[in-house]
């Protein structure tokens, strides 16, 4: 059975660690973001613009 000690990572044993910079994870979260916000802004000014009356004939 696999036992990890309080502190420790479990990749402690390898040879080679490849510290990852900050901006590999804020870089795609961020694009996320703007990707989820640009979205949500485009929905809302079509939803804003269409004409309800339009819109309830059509369901």
Known sequence: MLKLQRGSSGRDGFAY??????WVHAGPAGM????????????ALRA???????????E
């Open 17 to 22: 660690h490849a510290g990852l910079p900050w």
């Open 32 to 43: 996320a973001l703007v990707l989820a916000l640009f979205t949500v802004f485009t929905q």
């Open 48 to 58: 804003a613009a269409a004409d309800p009356v339009k819109v309830l004939r059509a």
